[in-house]
C-alpha cells in the first residue's frame, strides 16, 4: 500500500470518526433536553385565574385548568408557563404519568413510571425529532434520533457510559461498541 492510499484510508477514517462525534455531541443535546423537558413537567405551577371572556359567552380564558375528581384529586393539569403550554396527566395516587408540552424549543412528550421517574421522553427539536429511554434508576439508556446528517442510535450501559452507537449519513453507515472505559472495542466500516 503506497502512502498516498494510506493516507487516503486515514482521511476516510477520520471523516467517519467526526461525523459519530457530531452524532454523539447531538444525542447528548437531547438528553439534555429531555431533562429540560422532565424539568418543566415537575416543576410546580404559579397561581393562576380563570376569567371569562369579555363578550364571549361560552368562552373560558385562563391560564390553568385543572380536572380533578370527587376527592379533589388532580387527575389533569394544562396550562399556559412561561415556557409555553404544558398538559399534565396524573394516576389515581397522584403521581405523574404523562406530560405534553409544546416550547420555543418543540413539542414534547414525556412518560413517567408508577413511582414518578421520567422512563421515556420524544421530543421534536431544531435538529429533527429524538426518543430518549430511561431505566428504572432514571439513567439514560438508549437515544434514538434523527438529525440533520441523518438517523442514529446510541445505547449507554447502567453507569451511563456510551457502549454502542449506529449512525447513517448519506455516504456512510457506521456501528461502533466500547468497553466500559470508552475505549474502541469493534467499529465498521
Known sequence: MTT?????KVERKLERVKRRSRWLLAALGLTAGAFALAWIFAGAAPALQA??????????????F???????????????????????????AGQPRAGLAVTADG????LFDAVGKVRATLAVGTDGP??????AAGKN???????????GLVLF?????N???LNVTADVAGLAMLDAAGKPIWSAP
Open 4 to 8: 498516498e492510499e494510506r493516507l487516503a
Open 163 to 165: 457502549r454502542v452507537g
Open 66 to 92: 385543572v380536572l380533578e375528581d370527587a376527592a379533589g384529586r388532580e387527575g389533569a393539569v394544562l396550562e399556559m408557563g412561561r415556557d409555553g403550554s404544558v398538559l399534565r396527566l396524573y394516576d389515581a
Open 157 to 161: 450501559d447502567a453507569a451511563g457510559k
Open 130 to 135: 429524538g426518543l430518549v429511554l430511561f431505566d
Open 141 to 151: 439508556r438508549a437515544t434514538l434520533a434523527v438529525g440533520t446528517d441523518g438517523p
Open 51 to 64: 376569567q371569562v371572556g369579555a363578550g364571549a359567552e361560552r368562552v373560558v380564558r385562563a391560564n390553568r
Open 107 to 110: 413539542p414534547g412528550l414525556v
